[in-house]
């Protein structure tokens, strides 16, 4: 199986360790939505950049799929796939540093990476 496909695990499995650290040393679990409410600066952040790359997620997993279902190369997907976890990594530290226009550069970055591989079969573009 390429990388391609594991990055979608991967991408899947971001927000939950995102929200992992927004919500270390939290101990209401009996109603861990509402406790999400109360966090505050760099928990609060991270929370909102869980909440961020769920919404990314979707489309990621979509553009994967079809790019390897349509014919793109999996080397080049995988390529993509990699430099698109890169900015989302990279948003996702920026969010809870506070660093707004670094974030959103980093999200413009990811979500060009993710048209490109949406649109590689299309454009039949091979960079590998």
Avoid: C
Wanted: glycine share 6%; hydrophobic share 55%; proline share 4%.
């Amino acid at each position: 199986m390429s990388f391609a496909y594991w990055s979608i695990l991967i991408a899947a499995l971001l927000p939950l360790a995102i929200a992992a650290y927004a919500k270390s040393g939290s101990r209401d679990n009996n109603t861990p939505r509402d406790s999400a409410e109360k966090l505050s600066g760099a928990k609060r952040r991270a929370y909102a950049a869980h909440q961020n790359a769920f919404e990314a997620f979707p489309f990621y997993a979509v553009a994967v799929l079809g790019a390897l279902t349509f014919g793109a190369s999996a080397k080049t997907v995988g390529v993509l796939a990699a430099v698109y976890l890169a900015f989302r990594i990279a948003h996702a530290l920026l969010y809870i540093a506070d660093k707004a226009t670094p974030r959103s550069l980093a999200y413009a970055g990811g979500l060009l990476t993710n048209i490109a591989i949406f649109a590689l079969p299309m454009l039949q573009i091979n960079f590998v």
